[in-house]
């Protein structure tokens, strides 16, 4: 579902590559861990021991390469499609190699890697089953997807992934909503079977950096979901 049915922000909107290409200046300093990094750490599936070659989709600026690095001495390549998030991810010297590339067709190699991981970026997708397909591609058979998403039900309340350009215009980047099940459907058509779930909600943490957001307290706004390939 496009997210401007349930836009209360009404922002200008903007395609991922010029939304990202902008936000890459202070895209660091706005993203909390408390996301993604908070449910990754209380994951229980993963074996780092066994993940050799790590494909971390949608990178970004690394964020989530570096706290692969911290856990296990994988191999990790990524995937972007914004040339200025990808700019960042290479001065970090985490990742072996940088494409710019969908994460729905990626062109890399058949079943390579032990792992991929994606971190909010599936709002960004109109349809989740080509990065289903590409990931049950790319991945080594009983592989495993990581996948850290925005909320479904706190999109549905009105915000959509939004930055503030220097200019200090509030700037909405092109959101969908999908819901979980919706995830389900996709995942399981193309062999995923679900082995872990879990969600992050508002929390006095997420209080203490943003007190404007009281009336979310309680509220769900991230997810994770970790499938393994048949
Ligand atoms: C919110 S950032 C997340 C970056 C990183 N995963 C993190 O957690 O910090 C979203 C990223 O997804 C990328 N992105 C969005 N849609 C994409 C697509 N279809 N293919 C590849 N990258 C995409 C954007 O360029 C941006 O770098």
């Not at 995923?192 to 404007?212: A, F, N, Q, T």
């Amino acid at each position: 579902m496009d997210h401007s049915l349930y836009d209360k922000r009404k922002y200008p909107i903007v395609d991922v590559r010029e939304g990202y290409g902008e936000w890459v200046q202070t895209y660091e300093q706005i993203v909390q861990d408390e996301m993604d990094l908070r449910l990754l750490e209380r994951m229980q599936t993963i074996d780092w021991s066994k993940a050799h070659q790590v494909l971390d989709l949608a990178c970004g600026t690394g964020r989530i390469g570096a706290w692969i690095k911290s856990r296990c001495a994988a191999d990790i390549a990524g995937v972007d499609l914004t040339s200025e998030m990808l700019d960042v991810a290479r001065r970090k010297n985490i990742y072996r190699a940088l494409t710019i590339a969908d994460v729905s067709d990626t062109g890399l190699p058949n079943a390579s890697y032990d792992l991929c991981t994606q971190s909010l970026a599936d709002e960004h997708l109109p349809n989740l089953r080509p990065l289903y397909r590409e990931t049950a591609r790319v991945t080594k058979p009983s592989g495993y997807f990581v996948l850290v998403g925005y909320h479904p039900q706190f999109l549905m309340l009105g915000t959509p992934t939004h930055f503030d350009r220097t200019s200090g215009e509030p700037i909405t980047i092109r959101s969908y909503v999908h819901l979980l099940s919706d995830h389900v459907k996709a995942a399981r058509a193309f062999g995923w079977s679900l082995m872990e779930m879990d969600e992050g909600l508002i929390d006095e943490v997420w209080l203490r950096k943003k007190p404007k957001w009281e009336k979310y307290l309680g509220v769900p706004i991230s997810f994770l979901m970790v499938w393994r390939h048949e």
